[in-house]
Nanobody, 127 residues
Framework: QVQLVESGGGSVQAGGSLSLACAAS????????MGWFRQGPGKEREGVAA????????YYADSVKDRFTISQDYAKNTVFLLMNSLKPEDTGMYYC????????????????????WGQGIQVTVSS
């Protein structure tokens, strides 16, 4: 059974940093694209960042560009999200997502393009 398990997260004051990790288990193959989504209070789920696992090309939402960094440990089938200069509007539930069959470009930000999801982890940024 495929599982994506997020870790990290928590609470931090504005301007601080947090790091998330997503470990894939129960797989005997490599996902082509892995990403992070978030859903704030009263908001729709939105794509935050994604990475092509084959070549490590990274994609970011404009709202997090230059503050967040997505990376991977290819051997461990794990992706990370380092979040710096956090703002209260970054608050929300963060979800790891993964897909097979095609890489990230063009659709990385669409939740419907991913077939595997983690359970989510809370990130709270206070002002």
């Amino acid at each position: 059974q495929v599982q994506l398990v997020e870790s990290g997260g928590g609470s931090v004051q504005a301007g601080g940093s947090l790091s998330l990790a997503c470990a894939a288990s129960g797989v005997t193959y490599r996902f082509n694209c892995m990403g992070w989504f978030r859903q704030g209070p009263g908001k729709e789920r939105e794509g935050v960042a994604a990475i092509d696992t084959g070549g490590s090309a990274a994609y970011y939402a404009d709202s997090v560009k230059d503050r967040f960094t997505i990376s991977q440990d290819y051997a461990k089938n794990t992706v990370f999200l380092l979040m710096n200069s956090l703002k209260p509007e970054d608050t929300g539930m963060y979800y790891c997502a993964a897909r097979l069959g095609y890489s990230c470009p063009g659709t990385w930000y669409l939740s419907s393009a991913y077939g595997f999801w983690g359970q989510g982890i809370q990130v709270t940024v206070s002002s």
